[in-house]
Nanobody, 124 residues
C-alpha cells in the first residue's frame, strides 16, 4: 500500500509559478513509477507528467512541455512538479499517482494509488 498526499497548490496570477509536492508513505516507494494528472471541472482527468522509478526517464503532455518539470527524491519519498508560466487553462485539481509499472505510464487507468489532489487556480 502507498498513501500519497499532495501539497503546494493555491491561487496564482498568470505567468506565476508553483511547486507541487507529493509525499508518499509505504514500502518500496522507489520501485513505483509516478505521475501527475489534473482535472478541471467538467473534464476528464488528464495526464500531465510522469517519471520512472529511478528518475532517469520523464514524459510530459504537449500542453505543459517546457513549463512543467517533474522530479523525485526516493530518499525522501517525495515527488515534485515545478510549474512555471502558469496560464488560466492550467486551473485544475492536480493529482499525484503511483503505478506498479516502473517505467513511464501516461494512462490514468494504469495507476494504482492516488492522492486526494491539490487545487491550482490561475487568475488575475
Amino acid at each position: 500500500q502507498v498513501q500519497l498526499v499532495e501539497s503546494g497548490g493555491g491561487l496564482v496570477q498568470p505567468g506565476g509559478s508553483l511547486r507541487l509536492s507529493c509525499a508518499a508513505s509505504g514500502r518500496s516507494f522507489s520501485s513505483y513509477g509516478m505521475g501527475w494528472f489534473r482535472q478541471a471541472p467538467g473534464t476528464e482527468r488528464e495526464f500531465v507528467a510522469a517519471i520512472n522509478w529511478i528518475g532517469g526517464r520523464l514524459s510530459y503532455a504537449d500542453s505543459v512541455k517546457g513549463r512543467f518539470a517533474i522530479s523525485r527524491d526516493n530518499a525522501k519519498n517525495m515527488v515534485y512538479l515545478q510549474i512555471n508560466t502558469l496560464q488560466p487553462e492550467d486551473t485544475a485539481v492536480y493529482y499525484c499517482a503511483a503505478t506498479f509499472r516502473t517505467g513511464i505510464t501516461t494512462s490514468p487507468r494504469l495507476y494504482n494509488y492516488w492522492g486526494q489532489g491539490t487545487q491550482v487556480t490561475v487568475s488575475s
